[in-house]
């Protein structure tokens, strides 16, 4: 007998039983985007990272001024919120060099994302690399990590983040380098504690058993499932980057005029601090939203990638 006009292609309807099975049991994506839906830290720290994200990308059609222009004529305009000195071409008001300071604040935010995402790669990398080493191989493997680790965890960041800036010269380039190759401590001990934990499980045993090769394991079994724990790892390194470049930037050590950088315009605008606070204002609460947002998006991602099969 042949279908009735209209029903050729469509799917059978399913039966009581698979439709209880389906609102009893949901899939994983529908587990998933419901924790991400009620997770609001997630949720708030994913749109700000992606709106400082897009404001970065898309800085030579925002920004209304070169960053780097200066205009004496022009220095120390107010904010728009200010009636005394306000020029409507600036809205948030000019630098000592009457340099644009909604436009360095955007081109800023540039600065801030390429040293932490970079610096970020870097340690996580080497990080990655020496803890999982040490807690699959263990044994000497093991001995010989901790006592690098604990060689790095007796060399305080900051103080050789500036011997290194002295002896090579503050760049860019340096500041990325120096935070790259001295942020992994954090990354290697997590990664160390995990892997041993996940060298011992059984379906490591079982592609052991198989005959499958040390870096096979390593990479298809073990690594994937410490894959969360590493990314909410990352995003504190992160922050942590962004905040050290800051304050290394402010102290003089770090990105050097005239590129905008938030923690450079700290530090330009501290003989300013009680006549034109703004100009320390903006950029710490460009700094604070960033940190913050990143610190959310990574609580929230360790929430919402723990206990999966739940």
Known sequence: MSQPAGTAGRLPPLSASEILDEVLEPSP???????????????????????????????????????????????????????????????LGTDKVGRDYLSRLIYGSQVSLLIGFTSMLIS????????????????????????????RLAMPVFLVAMSAVVVFGASLTVVILVLGLFLWDRFAVVMRSI????RDLDYVN?????????????????????????????TVEMANAILLEAALSFLGFGVQAPTPSWGLMLNEAREYMFFSPWLLALPGACLFVLVLAINLFGDGLRDVTRDQGR
């Open 29 to 91: 994506f529908v587990k998933l985007r419901r924790r991400i839906f009620r997770n609001y830290s997630f949720l708030i720290g994913t749109v700000i990272i992606l709106a400082i994200l897009g404001v970065a990308l898309a800085a030579p059609l925002l920004a209304p001024h070169d960053p780097y222009e200066q205009d004496l004529s022009a220095r120390l305009h107010n904010p728009f919120w200010h009636e005394k000195k306000f020029d409507e071409e600036h809205l």
């Open 124 to 151: 996580g990398f080497i990080g990655t690399a020496l803890g999982v080493s040490a807690g699959y191989f263990g044994g000497r493997v093991d001995m010989v990590v901790n006592f690098i680790i604990n060689t």
């Open 195 to 198: 892997t041993m934990q996940a």
């Open 206 to 234: 079982a592609a052991r058993a198989l005959g499958c090769s040390t870096p096979y394991i390593i990479v298809r079994e073990i690594f994937p499932n410490v894959l969360s724990s590493l990314t909410v790892i990352a």
